[in-house]
């Protein structure tokens, strides 16, 4: 463990339902740089990032910019932590703005007609770095997947918080907006933000992250920078497929081509 | 655009939701005035104006303060939580079909205060009516909330609602089936039914104080309704305590309902009716149906007590006999705006 790293797991696991869905994990990640959390379905992804932000109960020890999370008030850890769950779920028909105010809801700002100057600053400022301030009055019920997408990525921007979990922000989304999606992700990791994304498109994972961290079956079996973490091995033996491998543009270029 | 404008539009909200909220207040103050009206002498609104600060005949005072007040009273705070608890479980749900009358809550308070009274426990002035109703309804949507579980659809739900209304609705009907009092029927038979007909202060002391309580419970829980627009998840993401959240507002809501049920019986829909009339002049958010909703249920149960004084029948009719002759077909209209997320399983 270095000096500098924001987050920390100690032999951190998680037991649903009788079942261990993730064991002995233990990971160290510095700010501003932009993880990537990948591995076949069913593998714990989803469960290690909730267990990163204390929303499931786990075993073992995580520590966020020196405090461990268990000492931390609900309040604080959501202040520390923005989650982009999966599917960008509304239920109800509300403004764009409205939701992406609620990133502030952790600071105390609960209602988005009441923000003080500070937060309506920064919604605002979170609503330019999304690019959805051209709709920020419709409602988000009239919005196209693409720009619901954005809309959930301004609300976790809106937190400023120093880490942001991702849960596959990229899936249902067209190639530009996927693209679209990494960028601004890849942007904030660059202002200093510890950025962790969960995904299924290696390739995406491959290019934008500084970091791959692969999940098998709850356990974390290859870290590091994407080539050497998505080596030919691990690629046959956790996603039991070949991969195509180049550089373009000098950026690492991985396409899965065929199972074996 | 600029952050400044971002703020003036919410500005125009808040000030369209603050004209709304004074129309109401309006209109439940109206309405209030020719509930103490309306009966078999019936005075103008001038004159219960008069009435209720001592002025004209003696007779005339009796009738508003003594006679007319308590119901008139109750028909605004009953109305009122119901329609509070309808918007409060909405929000905690995410789901425009979710009340307190489709969850069974009302009928099992019902219940509670039948088997008091049918054991010869209390009489229906005592105390032991309100806790035993507000016992057995955070009992049934502490049940309802379980079986239904995390995320549940709305099948689920309305599903679970209609086991536990109608295991509420035979235990009453055994309870009746057991007794050999013809009085203790009688009295069960008038809790099905539902009427603010001859309330008196006792009454309103003995429901009022619960049902303040669960209103201050619900309403605090406003901010957290909005965090779970985005989903249980997300909201525990940003601070919200969920598992803390769904028993303060069960309890809110059994308290409230719970404490109207012990005095009125079980009246029915307004908790429904309520949030979907507001929903278009307010929008969605979840907060600020709240209070309008809260409103607009003491206007429609006002309205609806008033409604059974003045319709001639050879009988009288029962208040939560309209409301639910009213609010079912509504009830009927919103499965149908909804067939799209009952048809798809869960919403």
Redesign the interface.
Known sequence: MTASSFLTAQALGVTLAGRAVLNDISLSLVSGHLVALVGPNGAGKTTLL?AL?G?VPSSGAVHVGGDALSSLP??E???R???L?QGH???????A???VA?GR??HGA??????T?RD??A??RA?QVADV?AF??RRVTELSGGERSRVALA?VFAVEAPVILADEPTSSLDPRHQIDVMKSLRAAADKGTLVIVVTHDLGLAARFADRVLVLSDGRLVSQGAPAEALSERVMADVFRVSAYRAEYQRETVIVPWAQI | ???QN??V???V??RRRAGVIGALVGLVVLLALVSLGVGPVRLSPLTVIDALFGGGSDVQQVITREIRLPRTILGCAIGAILGLSGAALQGLL??PLASPSLFGAPQSAAFGAVLVIALGLADVRSYALPVAAIAAAFVSVFVLLAIAGRNAGLLILILAGLAISSLAGAATALVMNLSSNPFVVLEIAFWLLGSLEDRSFRHVVLALPFIVAGAIILFNQR?AF??????E??A??????VDRLRLLVIAGVALGVGGAVAVSGTIGFIGLVAPHLMRPLI??????LLVPSALTGAALLLAADIAVRIIPSTSDIKVGVLTSIIGVPFFLYLIMRERRALGGGVA
């Open positions: 909730r932000a929303l609900l309040r850890r959501a202040r932590f923005a989650y769950a779920i509304v239920h109800w028909p509300l403004p703005r409205d939701i609620l809801y952790p609960t209602d988005p007609a009441r923000l100057p309506s600053e919604v605002w609503m301030v920020g009055e609300r | 655009m600029s952050a971002v703020m539009t919410a500005d909200t808040v995410r789901n901010n909005r965090a779970l627009s985005l989903g998840e997300t525990q993401s940003l601070g919200v305590d929008g969605h958010d979840p907060a600020r």
